[in-house]
């Protein structure tokens, strides 16, 4: 991975770098330490506190911004830097902490990455110069546009796997559809819920099942489509009356958020159980599912007590603060949401800065406070 860079002169925590917790959903990221506890521990001990060893991952030019979305198994990173208002931006991949751009599609003037899988093939959205495009990076072939559907202008592409497989959309006259591009490049419409014209495919695992969610001027709506049955509506919790989607595992497990009149709740969705509510900590009344690792471990944001709080959820003990699972952090700086985590316990964080607006939930589109982020390895 490279040397790694020193914050603050620390390996084993964090320097200097503190921010004010922010209201709900205001999302002001902070760098974070994230313990993974054993099924049914609530907090680790002394002891079992994690050291990591942190690598900072470069702006493409000094004083950019740096957006880190995704990692692979090998702690290869993509996201994007540039400038705050999204100009002279570029998808970036990392490795070792320091960035290559990926460029652009001709006649484009920006990118951003959103997926990578294990060969290091990497998704996202460039500018052409007349609308965006999902592409696909490869270090043999290099950028090239993944089309959209017949008839369509735009496209966006969120998520690869192991085989190749895409998942996104595809906009035009008719609406935005979700889609999938094939390892051969060929693009699938995977239809869309009744009543319906909008629809993203955010999440794909290798076994080809493919997570995301529709929306129109009702709200959103999480669904998971499989070949066998196609889009299914994953619903929401009771009382709510919106749902979106994160992630899905390889086990087909989808987490995700619901809201409703009473605030926002993570949520893990299983074909034996259906959608439940992973509640919130003590003294708050939100939260949202980010992530979720191969043995189910959800991990996301949430509010408490005392503001704003990074989780890990497991189904033996519930939802946990890990601000009271991590060694002691310096003044000022606290857990309050993890970007992804990898199969070996590797954390990609970010740090936030100025302020922004309420969150979306889009995927295609950066809050643009972000300008610092970081690799966390074990």
Partial sequence: ??????????????????????????????????????????????????????????????????????????????????????????????????????????????????????????????????????????????????????????????????????????????????VVWGADGRIEDLGMPPGRRFAKAVAINDGGQVAGYSFDARGRRAFLWTREEGMRD?????????????????????????????GMRAFLWTRQAGMRELGVLPGGSNSRALAIDPAGRVVGAATSAAGLSAFLWNPDSGMADLNGSVPPMNEGLVLSEVQGVGELGQLLVLTGGGDHGPDTGDHNHDEEHFYRAFLLVP
């Fill in 234 to 262: 994953l619903g929401t919790l009771p009382g709510h009356t919106e749902s979106e989607v994160a992630a899905v595992n390889e086990a087909g497990q989808v987490v995700g958020t619901s809201r409703g009149p009473s």
């Fill in 1 to 178: 991975m490279g040397d790694p860079v020193r914050v603050g002169g620390r390996l084993d925590g964090f320097s200097r770098i503190s921010r004010a917790r922010a209201p709900w959903p205001l999302f002001a990221l902070s760098l974070a330490l994230l313990v993974l506890q054993a099924p049914g521990a609530r907090s680790a001990s002394p002891a079992a506190k994690q050291l990591y060893t942190i690598v900072e991952l470069r702006a493409l030019t000094p004083g950019s911004l740096t957006f880190a979305r995704a990692m692979n198994a090998s702690g290869d990173v993509v996201g994007r830097s540039g400038a705050v208002n999204g100009t002279d931006t570029r998808a970036v991949l990392w490795t070792g902490g320091l960035p290559e751009s990926l460029g652009t599609l001709p006649g484009g003037d920006y990118s951003a990455a959103f997926g990578i899988n294990r060969r290091g093939d990497v998704v996202g959205s460039s500018n052409d110069g007349i609308a965006l495009r999902a592409f696909r990076w490869t270090r043999a072939g290099g950028m090239r546009d993944l089309g959209a559907l017949p008839g369509d202008s735009g496209s966006e592409a969120f998520a690869i796997n192991t085989a190749g497989e895409v998942a996104g959309c595809s906009s035009g006259p008719g609406g935005i559809r979700a």
